[in-house]
């Protein structure tokens, strides 16, 4: 037995695999003729269909049109009391972890370590 009858054999099998493939898949041509035939290609549009796709704009250019209308407004005076307000409360802003730096603490466990 030499190396190459594992190589020829294999071929062979797969040869013989491709020939039945070919054997029972239908041709294209058939298959296209029949999709053709039957009108599988074009699917009619329904009115339902056509329906949806109007709303469906109608509601996209409704959401536009308020985006862009909010976008365009002037920002009112309440607007910039808030926002000096925020800038107020973040300054007087501390750590959650500031109990941590007491002093108190330090001398607990400055203690401990002698």
Request: contains cysteine.
């Amino acid at each position: 037995m030499n190396s190459q009858e594992p190589d020829n054999l294999m071929r062979q099998l797969f040869s013989e695999q491709r020939a039945e493939d070919g054997r029972r898949a239908p041709s294209f041509d058939r298959v296209w003729r029949n999709a053709t035939a039957r009108g599988a290609l074009s699917a009619p549009v329904t009115a339902w269909g056509v329906r949806l796709a109007l709303v469906s704009c109608a509601v996209l250019m409704a959401w536009v049109s308020v985006w862009l209308w909010n976008g365009t407004q002037k920002p009112q005076a309440s607007a910039k009391k808030e926002s000096i307000t925020v800038v107020a409360s973040l300054t007087d802003w501390t750590s959650p972890t500031e109990c941590l730096l007491d002093s108190s603490l330090w001398t607990l466990t400055s203690s401990s370590n002698q």
